[in-house]
């Protein structure tokens, strides 16, 4: 496994390690009538009829009530309270701060070889006996499908964690040169302070990873979760502790949001947010940082993804399947409420009769209702009361605009649930705002251009909005490709050439765009977690000195 290179200039060797350990990709389960895991999880899924899950804040190993108390609902059946939890207040959210902080050493001082087999035993969990469990939660929880609970909560949240432990062992032999006099080495400590990880309602793995990739660097974390995926993210924290996460590591902290930010941002040992979630949200935490630095023992580490307008770009010599179903499932899988989703599609006047006729069609194809009684569902309910009701005034204006016409869907009703039906609009101004603004909802607007004008239309890409996530380039031709790729370098930080904007793979495609799309760390990636390190350089000489004085001075 080790192999020394000699030779170097100065005598210098270097250590090269080829893997500390082999990781694959979870592989995807089809839930197939008749199959174990289709078995698996409509048992789950019944477990949870009905049924509403009491969920504390864990604070210093305890599980603590408050008087505030809240519920998360379905979002197809709003009827049903699938979770009752609390927010934490000030004092508790300090209480958090002080007890992450008394396990900071010994959690950093652990060797990453231990820290990382907690992780892979969490994965292990996730990927057998708790699988069906964790989708279940999140598809009543959070409204998914069963495949898009399968890719969230299971496949991907598993990648993040065996990969991220493969990643950190990785870093830790990557090691400095050293001499015949000295040796170098270098320590991947944690930060010193703790790590506020702020996730979304949108993927089970996204809270997953942003509370613990840092816990498995060092870190202690005071995670709050969505209050619309508390039932999945609470699932993933008792799995963590399960697998040996010591109970101090990770606080469990659902809070009301500016009280939490407020809070966690005003104490001395503030050293890094881990977010998820909208750009207003991250810019206040970020001003409230940048106020706050006079009191902090170091300067925080930032790293925040904050959602897209993002594009499919249709060239004339496109494919017209692979364009039509792509921006389908691109636009309307989880009801459009992935950062990824396309939302905006620029078709050729030349192609656009034969685009416009399939998406009618296999539009009307479309089923939308409840994921955990009929599997035949291709999307759900939108997350809440909030969402529907924003959704719905952009369908407004999409009926009332004289440069916006409806070509389909649209109909909302929340009658039972939050369920708004997929909404293809057609624009004749490429800066209406609908254009321009995240809906995060089933909303696809399209664009007809002139083929004439495609060059242009490269430029209106990238400079419509001040987003910069992902984007899609669908084409035959290379040097269209080539050219696209370099006119759209900085329109998407995951760009795909003849597939979809959405579906972004742990370790095949690291995700995160920048603009205010947000500060691209690329989780999923081998460097993300660097950004929740801190390097500690060490030079170890064997060779006494035995003089002040250097040669030239002789």
């Not at 209106?460 to 490709?481: H, M, N, S, V, W």
């Amino acid at each position: 496994m080790w192999r020394a290179l000699r030779g170097l200039r100065g005598g210098g060797r270097r250590w090269q390690h080829r893997s500390a350990i082999e990781v694959t990709n979870e592989p995807i389960l089809e839930f197939k009538p008749g199959s174990p895991e289709r078995a698996a999880l409509q048992k789950a899924l019944a477990d949870l009829k009905g049924k509403t899950e009491a969920i504390p804040c864990v604070i210093g190993g305890e599980e603590v009530w408050t008087p505030t108390v809240r519920y998360q609902l379905s979002p197809f059946n709003h009827a049903h309270k699938v979770a009752k939890y609390c927010y934490a207040d000030k004092e508790l959210i300090n209480k958090a701060i002080n007890a992450a902080l008394a396990a900071r050493k010994e959690w950093d001082l652990k060797p990453v070889q231990d820290r990382a087999q907690i992780f892979l035993k969490a994965a292990d969990m996730l990927s057998g006996p708790r699988r069906a469990e964790v989708l279940a939660k999140t598809m009543v929880g959070q409204g998914k499908t069963v495949i898009q609970a399968e890719i969230d909560a299971a496949a991907e949240l598993i990648d993040f964690f065996r990969f991220n432990a493969k990643y950190a062992l990785e870093l830790e032999h990557s090691q400095p040169l050293s001499v015949d006099i000295s040796t170098n080495s270098m320590v991947y400590r944690g930060l010193e302070g703790f790590v506020a990880a702020v996730s979304p309602f949108n993927f089970t793995a996204i809270g997953g990873n942003l509370a613990g990739a840092p816990a498995l660097m060092g870190n202690v974390v005071l995670w709050k979760p969505s209050d619309t995926a508390l039932l999945a993210s609470y699932a993933v924290y008792k799995i963590l502790l399960e697998a040996g996460l010591p109970p101090n590591v990770v606080q469990f902290v659902p809070a009301d949001g500016p009280v939490f930010g407020d809070t966690v941002t005003s104490s001395e040992h503030f050293c890094g947010l881990n977010f998820t979630g909208s750009v207003p949200t991250f810019k206040r935490l970020w001003k409230q940082v940048s106020e706050n630095l006079d009191r902090y023992r170091n300067f925080p580490r930032l790293a925040g993804e904050c959602g897209g307008k993002n594009f499919h770009l249709v060239h004339s010599s496109a494919d017209v399947a692979s364009v039509v179903n792509g921006t389908l499932r691109s636009a309307f899988e989880y009801g459009g409420q992935k950062c990824s989703a396309c939302s905006r599609l620029y078709a050729p006047d030349s192609l656009w009769p034969q685009i416009k006729e399939k998406l009618l069609e296999e539009h009307g194809k479309i089923k939308v209702g409840d994921p955990a009684q009929d599997f035949g569902t291709f999307f759900s309910a939108v997350i809440d009361d909030k969402s529907f009701a924003r959704i719905k005034k952009w369908i407004e204006h999409a009926k009332k605009s004289s440069n916006l016409t409806i070509l389909a869907g649209g109909g909302c009703d929340d009658s039972v649930g939050y369920f708004v039906e997929p909404c293809i609009v057609e624009s004749k101004d490429p800066r209406d705002p609908i254009m321009k603004e995240e809906i995060f909802g089933p909303i696809l607007t399209v664009y007809v251009y002139p083929e004439k004008r495609y060059k242009e239309v490269l430029e209106l890409i990238d400079t419509t909005t001040p987003y910069g996530l992902t984007g899609a380039l669908f084409a035959q031709e290379k040097r269209i490709i080539d050219e696209a790729r370099n006119l759209l370098r900085n329109a998407a930080g995951n760009f795909y050439i003849n597939d979809k904007s959405t579906g972004a793979v742990v370790a095949q495609q690291p995700f995160g765009g920048s603009r205010i799309s947000g500060t691209n760390d690329k989780p999923g990636g081998p460097h993300y977690i660097l950004r929740w390190t801190s390097p500690q350089a060490i030079k170890e000489t064997h060779v006494p000195l035995r003089d002040w004085r250097y040669a030239y001075m002789q």
